[in-house]
């Protein structure tokens, strides 16, 4: 096999310029240069490569007048000269060609031969800590949208030489970078080779919208309203998961990492918990595990009861409504839910100096006036703030919204036969999500099927130093860690 991919280097010019146009787009750069007496052209993407490196590099083999040698052998010849550590050969055209849309700068000798010198500095911010993934103790840094500087802040974790990161180039027009992490001999080989089969039977034109655009096409999500994968922006978390035998799907231009198989309790957990002592970790992840239950239930139920007061003991009588209005009571609760919506999806839209005052102007002034004209009654708002406070506490953001979607349908159930749907809608649900299997992982797993000792692990945090099982759902060989 050889490297020689023209028969000169007007053939080579003419087949850069037969793909990128004469001149049609400026960040192209096409240029005849030097290695020492040997002409070359040299070909790179502007804005992609390191050019302080690249001009120090081509300054360090510029003709010498006093040099004089008979060029018999040009291969050797440029191997000798251009010494860069970076530099690889390239045998076919396409190869050559996804080389410089990639980033690196290639190497046409004048004999035709095809080097590629890896000088690629990608636009991107450095590591920071993630706006929706923060901690009171811990590391401050975060993926980027660079898939290289991903894979160094996962290596600086885990210095280990089984760990791996297999690279594909995924859609036929984008040719993004997709690699896939994992640790040898712990994660589940059948897993690992259903990942390889899904990314190589993918045949779209691009992946614009990175990891969200790969999940549906890897997991077949359709209109399941539930998160098959966990995302994070922390390599802490991501190397966590990868010794526990999970497996990580990192792609360009995403700051996030995909990590599967998964259950609906790695979607509720958070990094706090692992950075606090064990009884705190404990309290942490019972509150949000209770929060986000009631967060589920908590307008149903007060429906139930301010519609049924003869369910309610004498005790508890005040949790019904006192001020009547209007507006029928499951159309207030529909309305303030939905608008506590509409503000979140402001909030975001709206420019950081103005968030602020926009949601104490639309929480504040808009929900009392409300409140005054008969709109709602007041305990209406009161219980819809509180279920809008307990989705927030969710980690997973994918999954904030899902149990929002089926709070509103279990109040539709509510709302049309009481006491009756709102247990209806239970039981539909818990079918629902006993049936998912993404990844053949259950998706309620230790819940559904019931493994006492996995689910005791999952409600209280234990020490570190308790001898700790890998997760049975990732079917890894070696389950002991210690």
Known sequence: MTNKLFNSLEEAEDFLKEQFGDGESFDVGIKH????DLPVLCAYISGLVDGETLTQLLSSILPDEDFEIDVEDEKAYFESYFNFHGRSEETERKAYLLAILSGQVTFITKSGYCYVAELRNYPGRSPEEPDNEKVIRGSRDGFTE?????????????????????????????????????????AN?????????????????GLTMADKSLEEWL??????????????????????????????????????????PVTVFHLLQHAEEYRQAPTVGTFVRFMRYFGSVMGLLLLPLWYVFATNESLLPDALSFLGTEEKSHVPLLLQILIADIGIEFLRMAAIHTPSPLSTAMGLVAGVIIGQIAIDVGLFSSEVVL?????AILIFIIPSYELSISIKIFRLLLLLMTGLWGVNGLFIGLFLLFTYLCSLRPMQAPYLWPLVPFFPTAMLRVIIRFPMTADALRPYVVASKQRKRS
């Open 33 to 36: 240069l030097f290695v020492k």
């Open 146 to 186: 660079g898939i290289s500087q991903n894979t160094a802040l996962i290596r600086r974790r885990i210095r280990n030489s089984n760990l791996r990161f297999e690279l594909h180039k995924i859609s036929k027009i984008g040719q993004t970078d997709v690699a896939i992490a994992f640790m040898k001999d712990v």
């Open 189 to 205: 080989e059948d897993m690992l080779e259903s990942l390889r089969q899904r990314l190589g039977q993918i045949n779209h034109d």
């Open 383 to 387: 219980y819809t703030a509180v279920a």
């Open 219 to 260: 997991f077949k999500q359709k209109f399941h309203p539930v998160p098959f994968v966990r995302y994070t922006e922390r390599p802490d978390i991501a190397a966590a998961h990868l010794l526990e035998g999970h497996i990580a799907i990192l792609v360009d231009t995403s700051p996030s990492v995909i990590l599967v």
